[in-house]
């Protein structure tokens, strides 16, 4: 899966003009973090279709863009399993860039993992992922 990473100058409206465009588009947003870091806000969004998203975002002004391929994995819903997975990749000498939950059914907690990207293949072999 793709993550996009959208940098835009932090103002009223920034979020409105992204998700309209790709709801605009029929691109549906599966997760998001949004955030501000000082006149920054910054979007992290998954899409069912990250190649219409990104070619169309490109047409807004101002925005910085970045793709990049995320861990999506399945974990049970209770307290220490996030610990766990992190310290597997603490273990391993994997640096995060990102990390949040993408959707809950029952007693599952599926969690986007953004690993630094001289990192991924480390994350794939310590959590186990297979190709």
């Given at each position: 899966?793709?993550?996009i990473t959208i940098r835009a100058v932090n103002k009223v409206g920034a979020l409105a003009?992204?998700?309209e465009l790709l709801g605009g588009l029929g691109v549906n947003i599966e997760a998001i973090s949004a955030y501000s870091a000082e006149n920054e806000a910054i979007f992290r969004i998954l899409t069912n279709d990250s190649k219409t998203a990104m070619k169309h975002l490109m047409k807004l002004p101002g925005l910085r863009l970045s793709e990049a391929d995320i861990i999506?994995?399945?974990?049970?819903?209770r307290p220490g399993e996030l610990?766990?997975?992190t310290r597997k990749l603490s273990n391993k000498g994997v640096n995060l860039e990102s990390v949040y939950i993408?959707?809950?059914l029952s007693d599952i907690t599926h969690v986007a993992i953004k690993p630094s990207s001289d990192s991924f293949?480390?994350?794939k072999d310590a959590l186990g992922v297979k190709p």
């Open positions: 899966m793709k993550e003009d992204v998700a999506v994995l399945e974990m049970q819903n610990g766990k997975i993408v959707g809950k293949q480390k994350a």
